[in-house]
């Protein structure tokens, strides 16, 4: 299983529960990260001097952050595109960071790609999971990420024809369900109304992981992210730096864009990502 993904911290808040299930039950799972991060903002105070237009470190502190991330969720492979600070963080849309020469939506896309493809080539992944043509919520670094990777798969298969390829996405019924749930959250934080946050609606999505048993892995993961989130006390709530409340959900949402189903579950829906593929080979 390989899983791309723009920042860090974004393999948490998407995928994170489904890496550490697919991690405890036995299969091998890499994290592809495709920039550093620089561009975040930052919680709180001790570090906030390292953001772009301070020190800028940002970028080199996330790899720390995502480090511990990834340690909380099982210990998955972890590779850079390209290799860590290859490609830098563009901002979210709209800002100058877009035009930095190292911007990963300023990247040459044969290299991007190519460098992709030979990831997949070398790892021979039975699934690969990135975001949809939209990228979650708009950000450019997620829709370029997208992007790269259905054409790596495509550029990869005369060496490795990738069994299934997953988009994550967000439930509409889970999150409005979550957000009727929260339980406590700071006074700080603004519970949005559900349907202001990013979601497809629940008949667009085909694959869901039960991830019920991975929710302590995951809160542990986001809390790891210490710049870029903060989880409320009781676990069933989380904001980024925008201290906008978004509900942990116990499950994953996904929508097969390549490949066959394997054997439907809950709701005429795949509850196993791997279901289908000749994991032998
Ligand atoms: C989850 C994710 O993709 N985070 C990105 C995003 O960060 C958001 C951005 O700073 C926005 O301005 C804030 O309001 C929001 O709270 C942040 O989560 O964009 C950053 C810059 O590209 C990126 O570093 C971060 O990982
Ligand atoms: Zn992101």
């Not at 005429?268 to 791997?274: K, N, S, W």
């Amino acid at each position: 299983m390989l899983l791309v993904h723009a920042h860090p911290d974004d393999e948490t808040i998407t995928t994170g529960g489904t890496i550490a299930r697919y991690l405890e039950e036995g299969a091998e799972v890499t994290i592809v990260t495709c920039t550093l991060g620089e561009q975040g903002e930052v919680i709180g105070d001790e570090w906030a001097q390292l953001v772009a237009e301070e020190s800028d470190q940002l970028g080199g502190y996330r790899i720390m952050e995502l480090s511990a991330a990834l340690a909380a969720l099982g210990g998955p492979g972890h590779r850079f595109l390209g290799g860590a600070g290859r490609w830098r963080d563009s901002g979210m849309a709209g800002t100058p960071a877009a035009e930095h020469p190292r911007a990963f939506v300023r990247a040459d896309e044969s290299e991007t790609v190519g460098e992709l493809a030979a990831v997949i080539a070398e790892l021979r992944p039975h699934v690969v999971i990135t975001y949809g043509p939209d990228g979650g919520y708009g950000h450019p670094d997620h829709i370029r990420a997208h992007t790269v990777t259905m054409a790596a798969v495509e550029r990869a298969r005369e060496s490795w024809d990738t069994a299934k390829v997953y988009w994550t996405v967000s439930e509409d019924e889970a999150v409005a369900a979550g957000l009727a749930d929260l339980g406590p959250v700071p006074g700080t934080w603004s519970v949005p109304q559900a349907g202001a946050l990013p979601a497809v609606p629940a008949s667009s999505v085909t694959a869901e992981v039960d991830i019920s048993g991975y929710l302590e892995a995951k809160r542990a993961a986001l809390s790891a992210h210490a710049t870029q989130v903060q989880v409320a006390d009781g676990g069933r709530a989380y904001a980024l730096s925008n201290d906008i409340a978004q509900p942990v959900v116990a499950r994953e949402f996904f929508i097969l864009a390549r490949g066959g189903a394997g054997r439907s579950g809950r709701a005429g829906r795949e509850t196993d990502l791997l279901a289908g593929v000749d994991a032998g080979s």
